[in-house]
């Protein structure tokens, strides 16, 4: 089987000859091919580079391509800094009045932002060369909440949260994130990704409670399920943090995949995830695969792979892997996941 048939394979419910694999590795993968964040993030050229090389050389049967978090957030007027040596982040909010920031929430403004396009032509060109070879995952970060949030700014997003008068404007700024944001599952589909992913990093538990997770996100993310199926675009839900406390709800959402961090009880997850979502991830990217030695990588993967029993998993780092994670330890994990 190719890597591209593997995860399809697993994704669709169907057997295959051994557990895919594939890494969150875009911060790596541009370390390895000699290249500062900077010259990585604006030229597809290298952006294509990059993964391919990084998936051929370890093995991988899939590419997760990302450039960094606030790709949305910089089309519609999030004031960004791009540093050299890391991902570009938001600094500050597009507007601090909530019906303005409501106005300026379009998805047409995606295919108007340059960092958008070369995103879409780096998807356009990894899938060109590797074909049916490997799979290729667009991430579109980030989902309505998290847009939301980035946009208006944290500190008011979140005092906004919690009173009730402001609910509706709220729900409604949400409201315009989520239609940017279907968009951009769109535009990664088109560009000839094989499958998308979002992540929805400020939802988890570890920043909002449950009953807020599902007023403000879980109607959103329902929502995005059922129109991307509509449209055969299979996803990957990606919640940052502890998911205990919502597992079960995620799960009744039904996506093609949740890609879960390592500081959820992965025991449970499986037995909760069994027949809805397939699990990508969990492992931890910081603690294991950056500080940690081959035999402990090792050691992880392994507990992963028993804990899913092989079935029903794209075995992975649970989030991004930091520039520098040793090779040797890339190394222990493929082998791991090879010799199951
Ligand atoms: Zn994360």
Same mark, same amino acid.
């Given at each position: 089987?190719?890597?591209?048939?593997?995860?399809?394979?697993?994704?669709?419910?169907?057997?295959?000859?051994?557990?895919?694999?594939?890494?969150?590795?875009?911060?790596?993968?541009?370390?390895?091919?000699?290249?500062?964040?900077?010259?990585?993030?604006?030229?597809?050229?290298?952006?294509?580079?990059?993964?391919?090389?990084?998936?051929?050389?370890?093995?991988?049967?899939?590419?997760?391509?990302?450039?960094?978090?606030?790709?949305?957030?910089?089309?519609?007027?999030?004031?960004?800094?791009?540093?050299?040596?890391?991902?570009?982040?938001?600094?500050?909010?597009?507007?601090?009045?909530?019906?303005?920031?409501?106005?300026?929430?379009?998805?047409?403004?995606?295919?108007?932002?340059?960092?958008?396009?070369?995103?879409?032509?780096?998807?356009?060109?990894?899938?060109?060369?590797?074909?049916?070879?490997?799979?290729?995952?667009?991430?579109?970060?980030?989902?309505?909440?998290?847009?939301?949030?980035? *946009?208006? &700014?944290? @500190?008011?997003?979140?005092? $906004? /949260?919690?009173?009730? !008068? %402001?609910?509706? =404007?709220?729900?409604?700024?949400?409201?315009?994130?989520?239609?940017?944001?279907?968009?951009?599952?769109?535009?990664?589909?088109?560009?000839?990704?094989?499958?998308? *992913?979002? &992540?929805? @990093?400020?939802?988890?538990? $570890? /920043?909002?409670?449950? !009953? %807020?997770?599902? =007023?403000?996100?879980?109607?959103?993310?329902?929502?995005?399920?059922?129109?991307?199926?509509?449209?055969?675009?299979?996803?990957?839900?990606?919640?940052?943090?502890?998911?205990?406390?919502?597992?079960?709800?995620?799960?009744?959402?039904?996506?093609?995949?949740?890609?879960?961090?390592?500081?959820?009880?992965?025991?449970?997850?499986?037995?909760?995830?069994?027949?809805?979502?397939?699990?990508?991830?969990?492992?931890?990217?910081?603690?294991?695969?950056?500080?940690?030695?081959?035999?402990?990588?090792?050691?992880?993967?392994?507990?992963?792979?028993?804990?899913?029993?092989?079935?029903?998993?794209?075995?992975?780092?649970?989030?991004?892997?930091?520039?520098?994670?040793?090779?040797?330890?890339?190394?222990?994990?493929?082998?791991?996941?090879?010799?199951?």
């Amino acid at each position: 089987m190719t890597g591209y048939e593997r995860i399809t394979a697993v994704i669709n419910g169907k057997k295959t000859d051994r557990v895919p694999m594939m890494l969150h590795n875009f911060m790596a993968a541009a370390g390895e091919a000699g290249m500062s964040m900077g010259e990585y993030r604006r030229s597809p050229q290298n952006i294509a580079k990059a993964h391919i090389a990084a998936a051929r050389k370890y093995g991988l049967d899939g590419i997760l391509l990302d450039i960094d978090t606030c790709m949305e957030a910089d089309a519609i007027g999030v004031p960004i800094d791009f540093p050299d040596d890391e991902p570009a982040r938001a600094i500050g909010a597009a507007s601090k009045d909530i019906d303005a920031l409501i106005e300026l929430m379009t998805p047409d403004k995606l295919l108007k932002n340059d960092r958008i396009k070369i995103m879409l032509e780096a998807v356009y060109l990894i899938k060109k060369e590797v074909g049916n070879d490997l799979l290729v995952r667009g991430n579109c970060d980030q989902m309505a909440f998290s847009l939301a949030m980035l *946009s208006y &700014g944290m @500190s008011d997003f979140m005092a $906004d /949260l919690l009173d009730e !008068d %402001c609910e509706e =404007k709220i729900l409604q700024l949400i409201d315009r994130a989520y239609a940017v944001h279907l968009e951009y599952h769109k535009l990664m589909h088109q560009a000839g990704a094989d499958l998308t *992913s979002f &992540g929805d @990093s400020s939802c988890g538990p $570890d /920043l909002i409670s449950r !009953d %807020c997770y599902m =007023k403000f996100s879980y109607p959103f993310q329902k929502r995005l399920q059922q129109d991307l199926e509509k449209m055969n675009i299979k996803t990957v839900c990606h919640i940052c943090g502890n998911l205990d406390n919502i597992i079960e709800d995620v799960a009744e959402i039904r996506f093609s995949a949740i890609e879960v961090d390592y500081k959820t009880n992965i025991h449970n997850a499986a037995k909760v995830l069994d027949g809805k979502s397939v699990m990508f991830g969990p492992i931890d990217p910081s603690g294991v695969f950056y500080f940690g030695t081959p035999q402990r990588v090792a050691e992880e993967t392994q507990k992963v792979l028993e804990a899913f029993d092989g079935k029903r998993l794209v075995i992975g780092a649970g989030c991004a892997l930091p520039t520098g994670t040793p090779k040797a330890n890339i190394r222990a994990f493929t082998e791991t996941v090879k010799n199951f």
